[in-house]
């Protein structure tokens, strides 16, 4: 049975940084592409940043270009999303997913075939 597990959400201040992790296990993390989004209260689930399994292509939402990094060690089946500069409109509720998206479908989370319960991340300001 193929589980994520988020981890490394918290409260922190606006400016701060964390550093979320997403384990997985019986799945093979390097045969996915995976992706992080975000869903905050009365809000759709929005897409975050991702990283291609074919050439390790990035993406990211643009209001978070140059704060956010996206990452993964297959070796360890773990992806990471490291989060510097927050803000308060970065709160939410973070997902790690797995899939093999096609490239025009990479920010859509029906492309996303395994999902984590989420972690919670609050910036306060």
Not at 2 to 31: I, K, N
Not at 46 to 61: C, D, H, I, N, Q
Not at 97 to 124: C, D, E, F, K, N
Request: aromatic share 12%; charged share 15%.
């Amino acid at each position: 049975q193929v589980q994520l597990v988020e981890s490394g959400g918290g409260w922190v201040q606006a400016g701060d940084s964390l550093r979320l992790s997403c384990v997985g296990s019986g799945v093979t993390f390097s045969a996915y592409s995976i992706a992080w989004f975000r869903q905050a209260p009365g809000k759709d689930r929005e897409f975050v940043a991702a990283k291609r399994l074919s050439g390790g292509a990035t993406y990211y939402l643009d209001s978070v270009k140059g704060r956010f990094t996206i990452s993964r060690d297959n070796v360890k089946n773990t992806a990471y999303l490291q989060m510097n500069s927050l803000r308060p409109e970065d709160t939410a509720v973070y997902y790690c997913a797995i899939g093999v998206p096609i490239l025009s479908a990479v920010r859509t989370p029906s492309a996303y075939r395994h999902w984590g319960q989420g972690t919670q991340v609050t910036v306060s300001s």
